[in-house]
């Protein structure tokens, strides 16, 4: 469920992708600023994405520089930070403990109950401070428990469950644009749900796990099928995207929208559909 949500960094223009490694960049020195080293670890690039939606509808003074790290200690990168970048990396926190405990749940992993007993003290600072999605992200995961463990078989229940979740992650200031801003998040969430269970079903029939499009396994016409139940949700999501007054950064958010997410599907069933070109940053 994440972890899809990229640019396709080959077709970016040079400055799109010198601008989208600074936010990455920003995000994740948020992230060591607000919950300290290890924090970084959690890096995901979702949460990149809603830095740069957020940042174009409210503006924010940025603070801007080039720094080194771990990851590249020779060469200084740029960075883009804000309180928009401390606001994702919060997020990104409870996204990433909350998935954790749905890990240790799901497959007793034991690194995963690890990682969360790191996360824990983060997380209680993040639901101090964000109550509303943090309840939003806890009852979500409560409801796919729910349908997995009840062998529901409900694609649509599943990924409105997720699609919930992320319209309380994108409202950062109940006003005038909250409500096309849930409207642009669910469907968004919906759409991300559903590609990772049609990336992940032959690997989850396999494993005996879950995933709500079991029942469609030895479907030959899979991929249209699949392709057409995104492309759906994908539309809508774009639909209220449009109606944001989003200027700064629009082709570098439409990019990851319209061609990075489908990226993993198309490398997945090798089809001719938008080009490829997701990559690190």
Request: hydrophobic share 40%.
């Given at each position: 469920?994440?972890?899809n949500?990229?640019?396709?960094?080959?077709?970016?223009?040079?400055?799109?992708?010198?601008?989208?490694?600074?936010?990455?960049?920003?995000?994740?020195?948020?992230?060591?600023?607000?919950?300290?080293?290890?924090?970084?670890?959690?890096?995901?690039?979702?949460?990149?994405?809603?830095?740069?939606?957020?940042?174009?509808?409210?503006?924010?003074?940025?603070?801007?520089?080039?720094?080194?790290?771990?990851?590249?200690?020779?060469?200084?990168?740029?960075?883009?930070?804000?309180?928009?970048?401390?606001?994702?990396?919060?997020?990104?926190?409870?996204?990433?403990?909350?998935?954790?405990?749905?890990?240790?749940?799901?497959?007793?992993?034991?690194?995963?109950?690890?990682?969360?007993?790191?996360?824990?003290?983060?997380?209680?600072?993040?639901?101090?401070?964000?109550?509303?999605?943090c309840?939003?992200?806890?009852?979500?995961?409560?409801?796919?428990?729910?349908?997995?463990?009840?062998?529901?078989?409900?694609?649509?229940a599943?990924?409105?469950?997720?699609?919930?979740?992320?319209?309380?992650?994108?409202?950062y200031?109940?006003?005038?644009?909250?409500?096309?801003?849930?409207?642009?998040?669910?469907?968004?969430?919906?759409?991300?749900?559903?590609?990772?269970?049609?990336?992940?079903?032959?690997?989850?029939?396999?494993?005996?796990?879950?995933?709500?499009?079991?029942?469609?396994?030895?479907?030959?016409?899979?991929?249209?099928?699949?392709?057409d139940?995104?492309?759906?949700?994908?539309?809508?999501?774009?639909?209220?995207?449009?109606?944001?007054?989003?200027?700064?950064?629009?082709?570098?958010?439409?990019?990851?929208?319209?061609?990075?997410?489908?990226?993993?599907?198309?490398?997945?069933?090798?089809?001719?559909?938008?080009?490829?070109?997701?990559?690190?940053?």
């Amino acid at each position: 469920m994440f972890g899809n949500l990229v640019a396709a960094t080959k077709v970016l223009e040079e400055d799109e992708l010198q601008r989208y490694r600074a936010v990455y960049c920003g995000l994740c020195r948020s992230l060591k600023r607000c919950f300290g080293q290890t924090a970084r670890l959690t890096l995901n690039y979702d949460m990149a994405f809603l830095v740069l939606v957020l940042s174009s509808l409210y503006e924010p003074e940025e603070e801007t520089g080039e720094h080194t790290c771990a990851r590249h200690p020779m060469q200084a990168q740029p960075y883009a930070m804000s309180e928009l970048s401390d606001y994702a990396a919060h997020m990104n926190i409870a996204m990433a403990y909350l998935k954790c405990l749905d890990d240790w749940n799901d497959d007793r992993s034991v690194l995963a109950l690890s990682e969360a007993k790191t996360l824990r003290p983060g997380y209680a600072a993040v639901k101090k401070k964000y109550p509303r999605q943090c309840d939003a992200i806890e009852a979500a995961l409560r409801e796919l428990s729910k349908l997995e463990a009840d062998r529901r078989l409900d694609p649509d229940a599943a990924a409105a469950s997720f699609g919930r979740m992320m319209r309380e992650i994108f409202v950062y200031r109940e006003d005038r644009w909250a409500e096309p801003l849930r409207e642009m998040a669910d469907a968004l969430g919906r759409f991300l749900y559903l590609l990772d269970a049609a990336l992940d079903l032959e690997e989850d029939a396999k494993r005996g796990r879950y995933n709500p499009f079991l029942n469609l396994r030895d479907d030959p016409g899979n991929e249209e099928r699949f392709r057409d139940i995104l492309r759906m949700h994908l539309g809508e999501c774009v639909y209220w995207f449009d109606r944001l007054p989003l200027v700064q950064d629009a082709s570098l958010m439409k990019n990851i929208l319209c061609v990075g997410l489908w990226s993993s599907f198309n490398q997945k069933y090798n089809s001719e559909g938008p080009e490829n070109g997701s990559g690190s940053v």
